[in-house]
């Protein structure tokens, strides 16, 4: 069993920054992020397996960059130019074998970090 803990979230204004992080127990294939906003389905953010291919949702591309330390065990998400749609919890989730966009696939969740952008 792996257990992910997730850092980083907070209050922050549009255009403004904030960088989450998460720290698995053990070592993952595939780490990733998502989200769910009151009212809506969880939504995939982005994922990076640990050869370092990564994958992101449009409404993130060229705002959100995903790394990983493979020693450390931690996947990183700077999110850039934050917009108040961005608000929601984000929720860390891995992996063993396979990266995919659909929520159900993932192996393992973290409890998840608030991220409020304020216009």
């Known amino acids: 069993q792996v257990q992910l803990v997730e850092s980083g979230g907070g209050l922050v204004q549009a255009g403004g920054s904030l960088r989450l992080s998460c720290v698995a127990s053990?070592?993952?294939?595939?780490m990733g992020w998502f989200r769910q906003a009151p009212g809506k389905e969880r939504e995939f953010v982005s994922a990076?397996?640990?050869?370092?291919?990564?994958y992101y949702a449009d409404s993130v591309k060229g705002r959100f960059t995903i790394s990983r330390d493979n020693v450390k065990n931690t996947v990183y998400l700077q999110m850039n130019s934050l917009k108040p749609e961005d608000t929601a919890l984000y929720y860390c989730?891995?992996?063993?074998?396979?990266?995919?966009?659909?929520?159900?696939?993932?192996?393992?969740w973290g409890r998840g970090t608030q991220v409020t952008v304020s216009s």
């Open positions: 989730a891995a992996d063993r074998a396979r990266f995919s966009v659909e929520s159900y696939e993932y192996d393992y």
């Open positions: 053990g070592r993952i294939y595939v």
């Open positions: 990076i397996r640990s050869g370092g291919t990564t």
